[in-house]
């Protein structure tokens, strides 16, 4: 995971210096090199500086989402940062969060990221928060809560068909 963390930070530092790319798409790639630092870090078990590259990846794809919506004010492009990147990165942050025990935050993060895969129709993301939201409700010892989220995802993962996520959940 070392190599990975080196690969991710070369991408990240040449994406800083990259011209010929609109600025939103260089600060889309740079969030995406920091996700793929905190995952190699969250590998490693080293939550916390995981949790550090997840932020700045959020703020990174924050970045690029006002960038781009200037610029397709101005239509010189036709472009969309994609919403599910954005709910990977929240669940990842959360997931980060109810793992070191601060579940109220990761519960926060969890459901913005709920919120976007439902408007956007990720049903397979839709069920995978739910089911983490679950897990820290039962960390937090609120059983009810926990079973209303189990059950939301369950009903998705059959839904889908999906086996594997109905026995996961």
């Known amino acids: 995971y070392p190599q990975a963390v080196d690969y991710y930070q070369s ?30 870090y969250a590998l490693q078990d080293q939550p916390l500086r995981a949790a550090e590259h997840y932020w700045q990846a959020l703020t990174y ?28 990165i929240l669940t990842a942050l959360g997931a980060t969060y109810i793992e070191q ?11 913005r990221a709920l919120a976007h895969a439902r408007a956007f129709g990720y049903t397979e993301r839709e069920a995978q928060i739910l089911t983490n939201l679950g897990v820290a409700q039962a960390t937090l ?16 993962y059959e839904q889908m068909g999906s086996r594997e996520g109905w026995r996961q959940t």
């Not at 025990?101 to 459901?111: C, E, F, N, T, W």
């Not at 010892?141 to 998705?156: F, I, K, P, R």
Request: glycine share 6%; net charge negative; no cysteine.
């Open 101 to 111: 025990g601060d579940s109220q935050r990761g519960i926060a993060l969890h459901q």
């Open 141 to 156: 010892s609120n059983a009810a809560a926990a079973v209303e989220y189990y059950q939301q995802a369950l009903t998705l």
């Open 11 to 40: 991408s990240f530092d040449t994406l800083e210096q990259v011209d010929q790319a609109p600025t939103y798409l260089r600060r889309t790639g740079q969030s995406h090199a920091a996700l793929g630092i905190g995952l190699s």
């Open 61 to 88: 794809l924050e970045l690029a989402y006002e960038l781009e919506s200037e610029a397709l004010q101005d239509e010189a492009v036709d472009a969309e940062v994609d919403i599910y990147y954005l709910s990977e």
